[in-house]
């Protein structure tokens, strides 16, 4: 009996099995939550205007889990439309890092793959739509007990929330960019992945009132101006 080539066989099945359903890991996806702490301090390190930090947490949680590379690539765009190159710098080190970790990765998990190994008989890109996102918003602690009608009230906030002119770039940015990758990508298994985006989910729930207001109050907000000049000429 080959007891470590047995044992690496089971590892690698238990790892399918863990991808494809979430409640075999302590939780759900990526042990839930104590690992997904990480997005929840790379949100707030941002918001908080410290960008070190918001790196480091935003790699952190990329070696953890790579659903956390839509993340790094946004902020990364965010620091060079920004103009903040050691950032970017910073962003590109990471990325190549993990460029070597995720290569070995490969490497060992294709040495342990059999031709009788089960696999996925649908693609990724599924286009589960406008009922997948929904089903992944909804995946977020105690949103996973409301009836579909009380949920209702949650999506009526979650979209009046994006009229608000405070939400931070980041929390904007990462919202829009999953929701749509989530109505293209995704198979009916993987709506845990609602975990990835629930520490930021609470982030821009906490703007619906702001939201709400300035849709239906037809106010604008009002912005400081800045320049010198603009401010003679309005003299």
């Known amino acids: 009996m080959d007891f470590i080539g047995d044992l690496n066989r089971i590892a690698v099945r238990l790892a399918i099995d863990a991808e494809q359903h979430g409640w075999l890991t302590v939780g759900t996806d990526d042990s839930v ?12 390190a941002y918001a908080n205007g410290k960008r070190t930090e918001g790196v480091l947490w935003g790699l952190a949680a990329l070696f953890v889990r790579e659903l956390a590379a839509p993340y790094c690539m946004l902020a990364t765009f965010i620091a060079a439309r ?7 710098a910073a962003w590109f080190a990471g990325a190549a890092v993990y460029g070597v970790f995720f290569a070995l990765h490969v490497s060992r998990v294709i040495q342990h793959i059999r031709p009788d190994d089960p ?22 602690g105690l949103f996973m007990l409301l009836p579909p009608p009380a949920f209702a009230f949650v999506v009526v906030a979650v979209i009046t929330s994006w009229w608000s002119s405070r939400i931070p770039v980041h929390a904007r940015g990462t919202v829009a960019a999953y929701s749509i990758c989530f109505l293209i990508v ?7 992945w609602g975990f990835v985006l629930a ?3 609470g982030i ?15 106010r604008r ?6 320049d010198p000049g603009m401010i003679r000429a309005a003299v």
């Open 199 to 201: 520490p930021v989910m």
């Open 119 to 140: 696999v996925h008989a649908n693609s990724w890109i599924h286009l589960g739509g406008l009922p997948f996102l929904l089903q992944v918003w909804r995946t977020n």
């Open 186 to 192: 995704g198979l009916p298994f993987n709506t845990y």
């Open 33 to 44: 939550n104590r690992r997904d702490a990480r997005t929840d301090r790379r949100y707030v």
């Open 82 to 88: 920004e103009k903040r190159w050691r950032e970017v």
């Open 204 to 218: 821009w729930l906490s703007y619906a009132y702001d939201g709400f207001h300035q849709l239906f109050s037809g």
């Open 221 to 226: 907000p009002r912005r400081e101006v800045e």
